[in-house]
């Protein structure tokens, strides 16, 4: 449901495991919404794994979500832990700002 579910409720209903382990969501909206012009996106897509399914997925326009933040209408999720390039530049970008603080 629009503004109540968060990739986060998403994770955990999968499993536990996966809640516990992914950093960001990668978020593919299936319809434009006006909020994601408004949100300020880095452009990770050249940092990301090489992989044909990943680049194919690089060709359409995502969001990184984070966990806890409900989603804002249809979409289709990935799950990004430490383990991947993006989830370790998000957990860095992240620390540096926690440290900054």
């Known amino acids: 449901m629009r503004f109540e579910t968060s990739p986060l409720d998403i994770a955990n209903g999968i499993s536990k495991g996966l809640g516990k382990a992914a950093v960001v969501a990668k978020v593919f909206y299936l ?5 994601l012009n408004e949100i300020g996106q880095t452009d990770w897509t ?3 794994d090489s992989d044909a399914e ?3 997925a690089a060709e359409e326009e995502f969001v990184l979500w984070d966990m806890s933040r409900p989603l804002e209408g249809n979409c289709k999720l990935e799950f990004l832990k430490f383990d991947s ?3 370790k530049m998000v957990a860095w970008h992240s620390s540096a700002h926690i440290l900054g603080q």
């Open 31 to 35: 319809e434009k919404i006006a909020s």
């Open 46 to 48: 050249e940092a990301d």
């Open 54 to 56: 990943e680049e194919e």
């Open 85 to 87: 390039t993006i989830g």
